[in-house]
């Protein structure tokens, strides 16, 4: 079984920055993908950028490239997701995920493994 642990939420004002981590353990990790996606109530969990787990392949969504950058530490077992410039509408819960098919993905329905979510507030 994979656990998956966020950390590093919090409230921030506009035009600051955030670093999220994503903490894994459980099996022998080596997923093929790795993505972080946000969800605010009653709206859908939306994809906010991957990784792969071998490489240098990343994708982000529109809205935030440019400010915001995924990393991944292979030793560590764990993926961060720098966050600048941060705005208002950035504020949901933030999930990371992980899939063990390699490639790369964009929709949650993608990813297998889960974390809680850590909350990140944005203020004007």
């Known amino acids: 079984q994979v656990q998956l642990v966020e950390s590093g939420g919090g409230l921030v004002q506009a035009g600051g920055s955030l670093r999220l981590s994503c903490a894994a353990s459980?099996?022998?990790?080596?997923?093929?993908?790795m993505g972080w996606f946000r969800q605010v109530p009653e709206k859908e969990r939306e994809f906010v950028a991957a990784i792969r787990w071998t490489g240098d392949s990343t994708t982000y969504a529109d809205s935030v490239k440019g400010r915001f950058t995924i990393s991944r530490d292979n030793a560590k077992n764990t993926v961060n997701l720098q966050m600048n410039s941060l705005k208002p509408e950035d504020t949901a819960i933030y999930y990371c995920?992980?899939?063990?098919?390699?490639?790369?993905?964009?929709?949650?329905?993608?990813?297998?493994?889960w974390g809680q979510g850590t909350q990140v507030t944005v203020s004007s």
């Open positions: 995920a992980a899939r063990f098919i390699d490639g790369i993905y964009n929709a949650a329905r993608q990813y297998d493994y």
């Open positions: 459980g099996r022998t990790f080596r997923p093929g993908v």
